[in-house]
């Protein structure tokens, strides 16, 4: 009888209820406060509200409702706030701040474990929190984030907020925002605001700067939210605090080979003649070297420079150097970070075979002016930062130029006193947030090389890049960017001698590109990228002509080239599980040479030469000579064996349809640039990476082990003895054939404390094969052999020590195997002639490399409300004076062959610095 009560009372009351939410109300708000909207109700209806007055916000609220239920009209209300409201079975509404209010347990909640409640309360509400988590401390405030929501279902929320300064409401940029339980955290912008991803349920949330007092929050996260913290100025001793954030990405994120380098990891670094040099820094690393002291371009993971796709805020910068590789081309001040993937390249990236650079020029301040600079032997920086609209748009101006010329002209040496070396480099980047869903970069670069070091020539060479990029919201699941960029590099020599043979010589090349990337994340599980591309390249391989009517120089242009390469990309990094994550991509490249040109067309089954040319073809504007092209497979996956340890696999496959014609062992700044065509084909390569990854004590060191597998085809070279600068059918000087590349790259890095730095350790051999049915096509007999930059064993050590606040030491060691070379190794006579024997192609090596370089750092003091701050920095470069051989060469003298040497810098190179910021 009782149960048959019970279950009379239960549907009653449902019923009740139902009718309660069938009820159609009509109703009309003209600009009214919260209270009288739900007085209105409340008078209108037979419902009462239960609330207390100070949750309620302060606007105002109007719409109109015909026919509508309470529960739709409520949910219109509360919106955009975090409110919640309960309908009770009695006409009564309680409205509650952030919570729901349940009116029955979850699905076999009594049946699970805690550990199932804590899992399922990651996903969805609602949120369960451990007792021992409730209060980290009884004096810290508790902040609630949104509200509670049971239809949303996500991993992670993003909080915003500013950070401010309590004694002048100013806001407070650089000031570090994190979790140390999930181990994340963020740093301000100039503007003082940042952007954090939690997870739902209780965080506990904390800022750290030197000057300011530590501020902690218990934060519940519901929802996306808004957290804004006041800091009040602290000048007492400190000890050291250092955050980092996304401390485990090297554990959880899926590429390999990847490294990123901030500008101020170049800080304290000593380099030659106390320039900061963050393209330095990556030669330390693991795979990444370069041919010689002071040679341009870099040989990542045993490919060719021409295989590293160098990007300056998304434009090609074909030369990244200066005075043949001994200074960057970059100032120092204005950059940012470089990405740099060597391992697994992004979908989005294509065109090269061995890895992508990717630079960032430094975001202009949109609320402070600020300038930047320093003040060496050599060269002299300065950058500065102008705010156009107040926190809306601002523009970077940087500038940088060597003196080197008065240096020069103050030495004793007559010949070096009539020589010159002079460059510079500007830098403009616009950053404009147009609203809240768009906003718009623009960027604008060029250096310039004049030099002539006792020579009659006079060299010179720059490049010139312009850049904008323009970033769309879509909603909260898709954004968009339109990217469009132009490059050109261009080179001159003027030689003036003192016969009738004075000539100019140029060569330049451009190219111009558009592309469309997305992005969509739909949920937690998968983040999909997408785009196309379509770049346009236009060559003007040479041409050279006398300089005045009197010199004998016959005139002579090199036919124009010209070819367009396309792309279209679609990439998912998606979880398969907390343990194992996929990022896999497709990416279609297809490349076409245009005309105008006339062509060649030689004998099939023969070498190509003057004597096996069949006939000539011509080709109109813009008609398709050639295509080339094929799918490019990128796939990565990590897996967690812990959850400070991790094991990483990729494999890509990259094309390529331009590459360098050089027969120099090193880089040179006149190399030319070639693209593919009907006797040249396109460089393909496929790359095998497999890694683990450890971190010890929360980061505090990071330890990587990758081994890499490199096959390359149509790599380009050259018969012995080929003319490749001003050939107008270089087709028949050059050979291309196989390459492979294996090695293992070690490396240990320490972040924290008061000595920190890295080690690294590469064992890599790299190979080229050139074989052909026909005697005059082989190099070293058709065998495989080592390439010119095959250096099997390098070190790089370099290690910071902070003494004090002010003081510091830093030191960079750089061990390396000799590269290749290829020795005479004896004569021969033909009809009374002698003629000198080389041996097989880099049969031989040169002395193996080794330097240290010793620096000390002096910091002005760190009181806040100075007008300047400064720091020296003063290095010795090549502090053991090892002659280093650049490169060895050969003469004859008195029927006799020397071998010589010559080197950059034989001796210590001591130099100091001034750097300076307002």
Known sequence: MRFILLLFVLIQANFCFAQQEAISISIDFQDNSFEEVLTKLESKTDFEFYYAKNWLPDSKFTKTYKNATLTDILQDLFSNTDINFFIGSDYRVILTKNRIIYTELPENFLEKSKDSIKKEATVSAPVFIEKQKTLQSSNIETVTIGRANKNIRQRQFTITGTVINGLNNKPVPNIAVFSKLIGKGTITDGNGNYNLKLPPGLNLVETSLLGYESVKKNVIVYNDGVLNFVVNENFEQLDEVIVESDATQNINDTTTGSSKISSEDSKNIPTALGERDILKIATTLPGVTTAGEGASGFNVRGGKTDQNLILLEDAVIYNPSHFFGIFQALNPFAISDVNIYKGSIPVEYGGRLSSVFDINAKKPSKSDFKLEGSVGPITANLVSEIPLIKDKSGILVGGRGAFSDWVLRSLNDSELQNSQASFYDLIVKYDHAINEKNDLTVNAYYSDDKFSITSDSIFNYNNRLLSAKWNHLFNEKNTGSLIVNNSQYKFNIDFEGSTNANFSQRFQIDETEIKFKFNYIPNEIHNFSYGLSSKLYTIQPGDIE??????????????????????????????????????????????????????????????????????????????IIETYGGPEARVSARYLLNNDFSVKASFNNNYQYIQTLSNNTTVSPIDTWKLADTNIKPQQASIFSLGFYKNINVNEYEISLEGFYKKQRNILDFKTGAQLLLNEFVETEVLQGEGKAYGVEFLIRKNIGKFNGWLGYTYSRSFFKLDSPFIEEQVNDGDYFPSNFDKPHDISFVGNYRLSRRFSFSANFIYQTGRPVTFPVGNYSINGSTFVLYSDRNQFRIPDYYRLDLGINIEGNHKKNKLAHSFWNISVYNVLGRNNPYSVFFITENGEIQGLQSSIFAVPIPSITYNFRF
């Not at 998912?572 to 006339?598: C, H, M, T, W």
């Open 546 to 623: 006398p300089r005045t009517s009197a010199d004998l120089i016959v005139p002579l242009s090199i036919q124009k080239e010209k070819g367009l390469e396309s792309a279209i990309f679609l990439a998912d990094n998606f979880k398969v599980s907390e343990r194992l994550q996929l990022d896999v991509g497709l990416r279609y490249s297809l490349y076409a040479a245009l005309g105008p040109i006339s062509k060649r067309i030689y004998e099939d089954g023969v070498p190509r030469s003057d004597n096996t040319v069949i006939g000539n073809e011509v080709f109109e504007n813009n008609e």
